[in-house]
Every structure is written in structure tokens, then in C-alpha cells.
């Protein structure tokens, strides 16, 4: 399998490169008519393209697609003793104040 092997390398880094592509095209022409914020900053897109970038296409699609789960699914907020807020999504994956968008946290009533 050796050189086919590379040969599957090249092809997944590939399609990863042209997944980038497809997203930046969405980015730049589409994102601003779905009419749907995203919950984390940087958001699911430009995630994806890092995960797609690193990862090439076929982990970059799983990375991508327990991602969308978790942005898109349901989720609570949940104000911690510290005053910071945490996300946590269905999935039970927690994510810090920091990774979420402004929007997100902005409509939240403050604690003093």
C-alpha cells in the first residue's frame, strides 16, 4: 500500500484545500443571506477551514461536523461562580466565555 497510500494523502489534502475554497466562497457571496448568527467566535466556517487546512478533507469533516453539532443544536448558558459564562451544547461539550460571539453574550442580563 506504500505508494498508494501517499497517493490517498494527496487526494484527502486536496479536497481539503478545495473545501477551504467552498467555504471562503460561501463566506464571502452567501453568509451574509442565511440570516443565522454563529454562536462562537471565530465562527463555524473559519473553523472549519482550519480544521479542513490542518486536518485535510476526511478528519477535517468529522471535525467540522461535531462542530456544527454543537453550534447548532440546542445549548444553555450557564453563569459560573467566577462571573464567566460557559455554552454548553447538547453534545456536553463546554466552551469558555472567550470562544463565544459578542451577540451570544451581549443579550445576557449582567451579574454585579
Not at 489534502?13 to 454563529?38: D, E, N, P, Q
Not at 467540522?64 to 445549548?75: A, F, P, Q, S
Request: aromatic letters at 8%; proline letters at 3%.
Amino acid at each position: 500500500m506504500g505508494n498508494s497510500g501517499n497517493v490517498l494523502s494527496i487526494i484527502d489534502r486536496l479536497l481539503g484545500l478545495l473545501a477551504v475554497v467552498a467555504i471562503r466562497g460561501y463566506k464571502i457571496f452567501l453568509s451574509r443571506w442565511t440570516g443565522r448568527h454563529c454562536l462562537f467566535s471565530p465562527t463555524c466556517s473559519t473553523r472549519s477551514m482550519v480544521f479542513f487546512r490542518e486536518l485535510g478533507y476526511a478528519a477535517g469533516l468529522a471535525a467540522t461536523k461535531r462542530h456544527l453539532e454543537d453550534c447548532c443544536g440546542e445549548y444553555s448558558i450557564r453563569l459560573e461562580a467566577d462571573g464567566s459564562i460557559k455554552l454548553i451544547a447538547k453534545s456536553g461539550r463546554s466552551f469558555p466565555q472567550h470562544e463565544l460571539a459578542a451577540h451570544v453574550t451581549a443579550r445576557l442580563p449582567r451579574v454585579t
